[in-house]
């Protein structure tokens, strides 16, 4: 509760908006008192769940509109490996999946899916998704609680925003109840869909990595990592535009708060960049737990760079995921985006960006 009043207040106290919080956070205790029964009955019905071993894996991490969300779509057809539909991260039991599983998906119009420019970012709820939404939906709590809602009143760096992403200091039972809930959800996919890996995607984990790395000394830390000229404004763009569909964030909001909240976005966006190169460049990451990967390369290289991916996850594909992967280097040789996102748009300049992150285009070699 405490949680819902904070985000609350911070809704209504930015955007205006007093009613429309208030049934979402009804609906959102309906699907709570749903999946925690179903999570309950699991026990009954499919208690094999509970010794479902997770093997090695799979987390593709980096900051948000770096290509891992295109990484993790094309990845999973590998085989192999199990990941999360939106849908089933509202209700990850098996028995609410096998309940649901033919009335959830359809109720799209109810989705906060629903306010994504497809065009942008593609989704819905049958949509292959980031990890991080079920700790959201789970807690009310994580980044996307920060940077969609608290972020517009709060300042990097505070203590709240701290423990919204999970940087250090937080406390052994904090770090037990986030992984515990994860892996209750990861056993149970492995275990309804017969896989053997999960391939999560992730950015919650990027300022975690100690504790990932002491929980599962055998995973695959794949790293995307993208011209932050590019990423950071491209971030906060689709941000914005899931505001402004929802709540007409720019009428409703004056330059004081908008320039917080971008500003908040931007230092959230470099410590996170910051955050891992740290532990890259003091080598605190074992050679055999990391992969780093160029966007540029995904993009122009599609296919060395996915061998070296299934390489290092140690996945051996179908002939027919290869050909699927030639077909989407194919499209890309003759695809030009749409979308060129400017810093400017949101007040930053690009030599800002290079300067303060300069670190980055040196220790991966990014195009400038």
């Known amino acids: 509760m405490g949680h819902y009043l904070r985000l609350y207040r ?21 699907r709570q008192a749903i999946s925690a029964t179903t999570l309950g009955l699991d026990h009954v019905f499919y208690p094999r769940h509970r010794t479902q071993s997770i093997d090695r894996p799979i987390f593709i991490i980096g900051n948000p509109r770096s290509g891992t969300t295109f990484l993790h779509r094309l990845l999973l057809g590998a085989g192999g490996m199990a990941a999360f539909e939106l849908w089933e991260m509202l209700f990850p ?6 309940l649901l599983g033919r009335i959830v ?67 052994p039972r904090e770090e037990e109840r986030f992984f515990k809930y994860y892996e ?41 990592i993208r011209d932050p000229v590019e990423m ?11 505001l402004e569909n929802a709540y007409d964030v720019w009428n409703r909001t004056g330059e004081e708060d908008q320039r917080r909240w971008v500003e908040n976005l931007y230092r959230a966006s470099c410590d996170m960049l910051g955050s891992f ?41 179908t002939s027919a995921f290869r050909e699927e992967v030639r077909a989407q280097a194919e499209r890309q040789r003759a695809y030009k985006s749409r979308h060129e996102h400017s810093p400017q748009q949101f007040g930053l ?16 070699g990014l195009s400038h």
């Open 10 to 30: 911070t809704i209504s106290m930015t955007f205006g908006v007093w009613f429309r919080p208030i049934g979402a956070f009804l609906l959102l205790q309906l």
């Open 93 to 98: 039991a098996i028995t609410a999946r096998k």
């Open 105 to 171: 998906p359809r109720l799209d119009r109810l989705s906060p899916a629903r306010y994504h420019a497809s065009d942008v970012h593609d989704t819905s709820l049958r949509g292959i998704e980031t990890d991080d939404v079920a700790w959201f939906f789970r807690t009310l709590e994580g980044p996307f609680a920060w940077a969609y809602f608290l972020a517009w009143q709060d300042n990097w760096g505070s203590e709240l925003s701290r423990r919204e992403f999970g940087i250090d200091g937080v406390s």
């Open 184 to 224: 209750s959800c990861w056993r149970r996919n492995l275990t309804l869909k017969r896989a053997d890996r999960v391939l999560a995607k992730t950015s919650m984990l990027t300022f975690r990595l100690d504790a990932v790395l002491r929980r599962y000394p055998d995973c695959r830390l794949v790293y995307v």
């Open 232 to 242: 950071i404004p491209s971030g906060m763009s689709l941000l914005a535009s899931v």
């Open 277 to 317: 190169h740290e532990a890259y460049s003091a080598e605190l990451i074992p050679e055999r737990n990391l992969c780093v990967v160029r966007y540029e390369d995904l993009i122009g290289d599609l296919e060395p760079t996915i061998d070296r991916i299934l390489k290092f996850v140690e996945i051996e594909p």
């Open 349 to 364: 300049a690009p030599d800002r960006i290079r300067q303060d992150l300069g670190f980055v285009y040196e220790a991966y």
